[in-house]
């Protein structure tokens, strides 16, 4: 059985960092298109962050570019992290974990209904 498992969410401050953590396990997930959406009250799941299918190679959605890292470490079943500086108010979301497990004819997915496997969501609030 998939299961994905966020944690690392919290309150934090304008300026503060924060590391998310994704736990996936059911299956291999080395060659999997991963990444981090997170979903503000009122808006659609956006995309974050993204490993490509069968790759290391990685894709950021604008307004994290440079602030934001994504990586994984499948050694350990599969662990996905989202390191977040320099954080935001309007970086302000429930954030989640999202695997896609087989291939689509791309390498790149951003789109959340490409995804099949989602974790629970954890929540991240930056004050101002």
């Known amino acids: 059985q998939v299961q994905l498992v966020e944690s690392g969410g919290g309150l934090v401050q304008a300026g503060d960092s924060l590391r998310l953590s994704c736990a996936a396990s059911?299956?291999?997930?080395?060659?999997?298109?991963m990444g981090w959406f997170r979903q503000a009250p009122g808006k659609e799941r956006e995309i974050v962050a993204a490993f490509k299918w069968g790759a290391d190679s990685t894709y950021y959605t604008d307004s994290v570019e440079g602030r934001f890292t994504i990586s994984r470490d499948n050694a350990k079943n599969t662990m996905m992290y989202l390191h977040m500086n320099s954080l935001k108010p309007e970086d302000t979301a429930v954030y989640y974990c999202?695997?896609?497990?087989?291939?689509?004819?791309?390498?790149?997915?951003?789109?959340?209904?490409?995804?099949?496997?989602w974790g629970q969501g954890t929540q991240v609030t930056v004050s101002s």
């Open positions: 059911g299956r291999t997930f080395s060659r999997a298109a």
């Open positions: 999202g695997a896609r497990t087989t291939y689509g004819g791309k390498y790149l997915y951003t789109n959340p209904a490409e995804y099949d496997y």
